[in-house]
C-alpha cells in the first residue's frame, strides 16, 4: 500500500481499486492514517471532512482535498484562510465543480490550506498557519493552492483541487515538484455561485503527479454549468485522447524577462536552460523573443479588479456577521479593502478593458506563428517560511517581494490563456523551479500534448522526497 500511494497517480490508484488489487477501504485508511502522521508537520489539510461512499465514476475511491477557498462543500465551512469567515455557517452545496469531482467517484477527505483570499504565493495565513514545503519544510510550498500542493507532494493524496488567479496553481506546483496546467478562461464553471472568478483572472482545476491525471480531469469536470455566462471554446476531442499523439514541431518563444528587468536565480536559470535543451532534443524551433505584453501592462489592471473583489467578500461577510472586518482581515486585505474604497467604477471598467486589450495582444501574437512561449515558473526556489508574509508596516514592499518571485504567471490569468508548469530541473539540494509553458487561448491540448512529450522524455513524479 505505500508503495502504491507514493508511486501511483490517481489513476493507477483508480484502477488498482478497480481490478481489486486493494479496497477502497483500504485506500481510504491508508490515506488517513497518513494524513494524520504527516499533516501536522505540514499544514496542508485545514479541515477534514467525513468521507462520503463514492459514485461510480471514473476515479471511484480515490481520496481528494479541496482548496479551502471560494468554492462550497456542503457541511464545511469555506473560511477562503480568513479569521473572518471562521465562525461563518456550514456551506448548505457544493460548487458545481465539487459536484462534478464527486460524480467522478472521488472522495473528499478535506480541505486544504489557502492564504488569506488566495491574495499570497505563500500559504501563510494566521488562522491556520505556514504550509510547510514537502521537500524542504522550512521552506514556502508556494500559494495560494500551497495546502493542495503539499499534500500532493508529501505522498497524503495523488492529486487535489487547486485555484489560479494570479499563478495559483502553477507557483505551489513548481515549489514542490508537480505537474499544474491552469486553463483557459471559462473552461471551468464557478457555478452556482459565481459566473466568474475575480473577474476572469482566476480559475480551477487540479494539482497532479502526472500528466494524464491533468487530462482526465478536464474531461470529467470542464464545460458550461446552467447559468454560466460563458465558456471556452470546445476541444476538437477529449483532452486524454490528445496525450496520444505527439505534438507537431512547434515554435516556441523563449522569455526571461531580463528587458523587464526580472532576474533569475541560478536554479530558474538552469531550470529554464533545461526545458530549452529537452524542447530542442525533441524538435521543436525555440527562439529568444520579445513579448507584446509586459509585466508592468497588467500589474494596474489586476491591482484594481483584486482590490475590488476582495472589498466586496469581506463587505458581504461583515454584513452576514454583523460586525466590522476589523483586525480579524491581515493586512495585505485590509490594504486592498482600503484601495477600494478610492477606486471608482470608471477605474474598474478601465481596468477590465485593459485586461481584455492584453488578451487581444497575445492573441495577434500566437497567430503570427508562435505557438507557445516558455518561461521559468518563477524566478527563484521557494524562500524560507516567513519570508513572503506581510505585516502592516511593510505592504508595500511586501507586494515588489511577491513580483520579484512571481513575475510570469499573471500574464495568462491577464490574458486569458492556458498555462502549466513541469516539473522538470531540480537542483542539488532537491530544490524546484518549474518550465512555464504557455499556450493560444482554448488551447489546453497542445499544452497537454507538449507535457506528455516532456513526461515520457524526463519522467518527473518518482515519489516523495
Same mark, same amino acid.
Given at each position: 500500500?505505500?508503495?502504491?500511494?507514493?508511486?501511483?497517480?490517481?489513476?493507477?490508484?483508480?484502477?488498482?481499486?478497480?481490478?481489486?488489487?486493494?479496497?477502497?477501504?483500504?485506500?481510504?485508511?491508508?490515506?488517513?492514517?497518513?494524513?494524520?502522521?504527516?499533516?501536522?508537520?505540514?499544514?496542508?489539510?485545514?479541515?477534514?471532512?467525513?468521507?462520503?461512499?463514492?459514485?461510480?465514476?471514473?476515479?471511484?475511491?480515490?481520496?481528494?482535498?479541496?482548496?479551502?477557498?471560494?468554492?462550497?462543500?456542503?457541511?464545511?465551512?469555506?473560511?477562503?484562510?480568513?479569521?473572518?469567515?471562521?465562525?461563518?455557517?456550514?456551506?448548505?452545496?457544493?460548487?458545481?465543480?465539487?459536484?462534478?469531482?464527486?460524480?467522478?467517484?472521488?472522495?473528499?477527505?478535506?480541505?486544504?490550506?489557502?492564504?488569506?483570499?488566495?491574495?499570497?504565493?505563500?500559504?501563510?495565513?494566521?488562522?491556520?498557519?505556514?504550509?510547510?514545503?514537502?521537500?524542504?519544510?522550512?521552506?514556502?510550498?508556494?500559494?495560494?493552492?500551497?495546502?493542495?500542493?503539499?499534500?500532493?507532494?508529501?505522498?497524503?493524496?495523488?492529486?487535489?483541487?487547486?485555484?489560479?488567479?494570479?499563478?495559483?496553481?502553477?507557483?505551489?506546483?513548481?515549489?514542490?515538484?508537480?505537474?499544474?496546467?491552469?486553463?483557459?478562461?471559462?473552461?471551468?464553471?464557478?457555478?452556482?455561485?459565481?459566473?466568474?472568478?475575480?473577474?476572469?483572472?482566476?480559475?480551477?482545476?487540479?494539482?497532479?503527479?502526472?500528466?494524464?491525471?491533468?487530462?482526465?480531469?478536464?474531461?470529467?469536470?470542464?464545460?458550461?454549468?446552467?447559468?454560466?455566462?460563458?465558456?471556452?471554446?470546445?476541444?476538437?476531442?477529449?483532452?486524454?485522447?490528445?496525450?496520444?499523439?505527439?505534438?507537431?514541431?512547434?515554435?516556441?518563444?523563449?522569455?526571461?524577462?531580463?528587458?523587464?528587468?526580472?532576474?533569475?536565480?541560478?536554479?530558474?536559470?538552469?531550470?529554464?536552460?533545461?526545458?530549452?535543451?529537452?524542447?530542442?532534443?525533441?524538435?521543436?524551433?525555440?527562439?529568444?523573443?520579445?513579448?507584446?505584453?509586459?509585466?508592468?501592462?497588467?500589474?494596474?489592471?489586476?491591482? &484594481?479588479? @483584486? $482590490?475590488?473583489?476582495? #472589498?466586496?467578500?469581506? !463587505? /458581504?461577510?461583515?454584513?452576514?456577521?454583523?460586525?466590522? *472586518?476589523?483586525?480579524?482581515?491581515?493586512?495585505?486585505?485590509?490594504?486592498?479593502?482600503?484601495?477600494?474604497?478610492?477606486?471608482?467604477?470608471?477605474?474598474?471598467?478601465?481596468?477590465?478593458?485593459?485586461?481584455?486589450?492584453?488578451?487581444?495582444?497575445?492573441?495577434?501574437?500566437?497567430?503570427?506563428?508562435?505557438?507557445?512561449?516558455?518561461?521559468?515558473?518563477?524566478?527563484?526556489?521557494?524562500?524560507?517560511?516567513?519570508?513572503? &508574509?506581510? @505585516? $502592516?508596516?511593510?505592504? #508595500?514592499?511586501?507586494? !515588489? /517581494?511577491?513580483?520579484?518571485?512571481?513575475?510570469?504567471? *499573471?500574464?495568462?490569468?491577464?490574458?486569458?490563456?492556458?498555462?502549466?508548469?513541469?516539473?522538470?530541473?531540480?537542483?542539488?539540494?532537491?530544490?524546484?523551479?518549474?518550465?512555464?509553458?504557455?499556450?493560444?487561448?482554448?488551447?489546453?491540448?497542445?499544452?497537454?500534448?507538449?507535457?506528455?512529450?516532456?513526461?515520457?522524455?524526463?519522467?518527473?513524479?518518482?515519489?516523495?522526497?
Amino acid at each position: 500500500m505505500d508503495d502504491l500511494l507514493d508511486r501511483s497517480d490517481a489513476l493507477g490508484l483508480a484502477e488498482a481499486i478497480r481490478t481489486g488489487e486493494v479496497s477502497e477501504q483500504e485506500v481510504l485508511d491508508a490515506t488517513l492514517a497518513r494524513i494524520d502522521e504527516r499533516n501536522p508537520a505540514l499544514r496542508a489539510i485545514t479541515t477534514a471532512i467525513d468521507p462520503e461512499p463514492p459514485a461510480d465514476g471514473r476515479l471511484r475511491g480515490v481520496p481528494f482535498a479541496i482548496k479551502d477557498l471560494h468554492f462550497p462543500v456542503r457541511g464545511t465551512v469555506t473560511t477562503h484562510g480568513s479569521r473572518l469567515f471562521a465562525d461563518a455557517p456550514s456551506d448548505d452545496h457544493d460548487a458545481e465543480v465539487v459536484r462534478r469531482y464527486r460524480a467522478a467517484g472521488l472522495v473528499l477527505v478535506g480541505r486544504s490550506n489557502s492564504p488569506e483570499f488566495g491574495l499570497s504565493t505563500t500559504t501563510e495565513p494566521s488562522l491556520f498557519g505556514p504550509c510547510a514545503n514537502p521537500l524542504d519544510v522550512t521552506r514556502s510550498a508556494g500559494g495560494s493552492s500551497g495546502g493542495a500542493a503539499a499534500a500532493v507532494a508529501s505522498g497524503m493524496l495523488t492529486m487535489a483541487h487547486a485555484s489560479d488567479g494570479g499563478g495559483s496553481i502553477r507557483i505551489p506546483s513548481s515549489a514542490c515538484g508537480l505537474f499544474g496546467l491552469k486553463p483557459s478562461r471559462g473552461r471551468m464553471s464557478f457555478g452556482p455561485d459565481a459566473g466568474e472568478g475575480w473577474s476572469g483572472y482566476s480559475c480551477t482545476h487540479v494539482i497532479t503527479r502526472s500528466v494524464r491525471d491533468s487530462a482526465v480531469m478536464l474531461d470529467l469536470t470542464a464545460g458550461l454549468a446552467p447559468g454560466d455566462p460563458y465558456t471556452a471554446p470546445a476541444p476538437a476531442g477529449p483532452f486524454e485522447q490528445a496525450l496520444a499523439t505527439p505534438p507537431r514541431r512547434l515554435r516556441i518563444a523563449v522569455w526571461d524577462g531580463a528587458p523587464d528587468g526580472i532576474e533569475l536565480d541560478p536554479v530558474a536559470r538552469a531550470a529554464l536552460n533545461e526545458a530549452v535543451a529537452l524542447c530542442e532534443e525533441l524538435g521543436h524551433d525555440l527562439e529568444e523573443a520579445d513579448l507584446p505584453v509586459r509585466r508592468g501592462d497588467m500589474g494596474g489592471a489586476q491591482g &484594481v479588479i @483584486t $482590490a475590488a473583489h476582495t #472589498a466586496a467578500l469581506v !463587505a /458581504r461577510r461583515a454584513a452576514q456577521a454583523g460586525r466590522p *472586518a476589523g483586525d480579524e482581515i491581515e493586512p495585505v486585505a485590509a490594504m486592498m479593502v482600503e484601495r477600494a474604497k478610492g477606486m471608482s467604477a470608471a477605474d474598474y471598467a478601465e481596468a477590465l478593458r485593459t485586461t481584455h486589450r492584453l488578451g487581444r495582444l497575445m492573441g495577434q501574437y500566437h497567430a503570427s506563428g508562435i505557438d507557445l512561449v516558455l518561461t521559468p515558473t518563477l524566478a527563484a526556489v521557494p524562500p524560507p517560511l516567513g519570508e513572503l &508574509v506581510a @505585516t $502592516a508596516d511593510n505592504v #508595500a514592499e511586501w507586494g !515588489a /517581494r511577491q513580483g520579484t518571485y512571481s513575475p510570469f504567471c *499573471a500574464m495568462a490569468n491577464a490574458t486569458a490563456q492556458p498555462a502549466m508548469s513541469v516539473p522538470l530541473y531540480r537542483d542539488d539540494r532537491g530544490l524546484t523551479v518549474g518550465s512555464h509553458f504557455i499556450a493560444p487561448y482554448g488551447d489546453e491540448a497542445l499544452l497537454l500534448q507538449l507535457a506528455a512529450q516532456l513526461e515520457q522524455a524526463r519522467p518527473f513524479w518518482l515519489g516523495p522526497s
